[in-house]
């Protein structure tokens, strides 16, 4: 049986890792994301997941490479839009963004390709330390974080029966564009981020990448959050 990891935004970061680790282990690989993934061998489908045509046209595209009916697949839902803003300015609009890409694009990939998953398939959701708690200066990112907490405890109950499992992934501070860019680049900042938990560093993709593929075979987790932050230190 083919074995194929669909994973959106494997065009960077946690996402490329994963893909490269998935690819290592045998699987059909699928890019979902604006960029081609870094990664040869990986097949490539380019899509802004902002938009829910986007999404609709690129989960179709998925199906045309995936055998019907006999393809355990590990969907891995990791792309994600982080602005900056606040409960006391954040505009409809940028809050609309934020959804389309964390949560609608999540359900519309889902009620596409969960037909097509045989027993065995996963469903993984990359959420955030901030899936469970709140950090100040970023409202939409932490209020999509804590939907796909819902998102990924509803699937679970829905899915009941199916095997199919799925569980949510909680990076720490990892070393990957979008912790850059939140942090404008500024690499003392960057190093104090990393000091914030027991092993004093930034995470690397690749160990969350490591627990990505554990999930996807362990069907033991299914309804859980696992957390990968190095032991985070609280303030
Ligand atoms: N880095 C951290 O410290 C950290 C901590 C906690 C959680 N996470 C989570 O880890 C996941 C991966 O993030 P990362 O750190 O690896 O960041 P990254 O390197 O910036 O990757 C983000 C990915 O999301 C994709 N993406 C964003 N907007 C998109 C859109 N409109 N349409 C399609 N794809 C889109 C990007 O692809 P394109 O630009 O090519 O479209 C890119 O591949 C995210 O869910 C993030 O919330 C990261």
Partial sequence: MQKTAIIT???????????????GNGFVVINIARRPSPVE??????????????????????RSHIPEGASQISLIH????????????????????????????????NRVLIGAMAPGSSIIYVGSTLSEKAVAGAYSYVLSKHA?????????????????HTAMVCPGFTDTEM??????????????IGSQNSFGRLVKPEEIAGVI?????????????VHANLGQTER
């Fill in 9 to 23: 935004g494997a065009s960077s970061g946690i996402g490329a890792a994963t893909a490269a680790t998935f690819l």
């Fill in 41 to 62: 061998g990986v097949i490539n489908i380019a899509a802004d997941l902002g938009s829910d045509d986007g999404a609709e046209e690129a989960a179709g595209a998925c």
């Fill in 78 to 109: 990791n792309a994600s839009l982080m602005l900056k803003d606040s409960a006391s300015t954040c505009e409809t609009q940028a809050l609309q963004r934020t959804l389309s890409v964390n949560v609608l694009a999540v359900n519309t990939i």
């Fill in 148 to 164: 796909q907490l819902g998102q990924m405890r509803a699937t679970c109950q829905d899915l009941s029966g199916s095997g199919i």
């Fill in 179 to 192: 912790l850059r860019q939140h942090l404008g680049g500024d690499a003392a900042l960057m190093h104090d």
């Fill in 213 to 225: 593929t554990w999930v996807h075979a362990s069907p033991v987790v299914n309804g859980t959050v």
